[in-house]
């Protein structure tokens, strides 16, 4: 399996609070990509990144923001948190962008 | 706007039947296409990649890719209990990040 984890695995918070996700790879892959998945609406991207200190937006990145400050490490940050972010969350990585992805076991994220 | 498209289902198989799912795009520019398995509560995970027209075949599993039709399928032969999940296509066209579609249910029934 490839080396993905993702933490952490569930949290609970409130609204307004910041919450920043971690994505720690150790297959060296450039890419890394975070999802939501909501019911009925699939697997959205929220932010990629093709190296470091190169990201760009997916289709639903308002409201997160991103960083990669090493090749292995993609962060997912809500700066204040709302309801309508609850969601799992999984991070995903492949070797291009046109490569398969491998995906995390997903983060469960739950705002009160 | 790309879209991938897939029947939600559930598409519900007998035990040993043929399952076919099937999954539409609309980037004509698309390039390498993919087919993810979920389990309920689980991560997708690879399962089958094309990128050139035809069949390509890995044990009990079937792609199939119609670039003119816009059209990728996936057949899984003898179906069992345990193939029994949600799955995904992705397509990747000229932007090379893959879009994916909502997922087909599959229930394999005794």
């Known amino acids: 399996d490839a080396g993905i984890t993702q933490s952490p695995r569930h949290k609970v918070t409130e609204t307004g609070t910041p919450v920043t996700l971690r994505c720690h790879q150790t297959e060296n892959h450039r890419y890394m990509y975070w999802y939501r998945q909501d019911p009925g609406h699939g697997l959205r991207l929220i932010h990629y990144?093709?190296?470091?200190?190169?990201?760009d937006k997916g289709e639903v990145s308002d409201g997160y923001s991103v960083s990669r400050s090493k090749t292995e490490d993609f962060l997912l940050t809500l700066e204040s948190a709302t309801s309508s972010q609850t969601s799992v969350y999984f991070c995903?990585?492949?070797?291009?962008?046109?490569?398969?992805?491998?995906f995390g076991d997903g983060t469960r994220l739950s705002i009160l | 706007q790309k879209e991938v498209e897939q029947n939600s289902g559930p598409l519900s198989v007998p035990e040993g039947a043929i399952a076919s799912l099937n999954c539409t795009y609309s980037?004509?520019?698309?390039?390498?296409f993919f087919w993810y398995r979920q389990y309920s509560g689980k991560s997708p995970e690879l399962i089958m990649f094309i990128y050139s027209n035809g069949d390509k075949e890995d044990g009990r599993f079937t792609a199939q890719l119609n670039k003119a039709s816009q059209y990728v399928s996936l057949l899984i032969r003898d179906s069992q209990p345990s193939d029994s999940a949600t799955y995904l296509c992705a397509v990747s066209g000229g932007s090379y990040i893959p879009t994916f579609g909502r997922g087909t249910s599959l229930i394999v029934h005794p």
């Open positions: 980037d004509r520019g698309s390039q390498s």
């Open positions: 995903a990585i492949s070797e291009a962008g046109d490569q398969p992805q491998h």
């Open positions: 990144s093709y190296g470091v200190k190169d990201t």
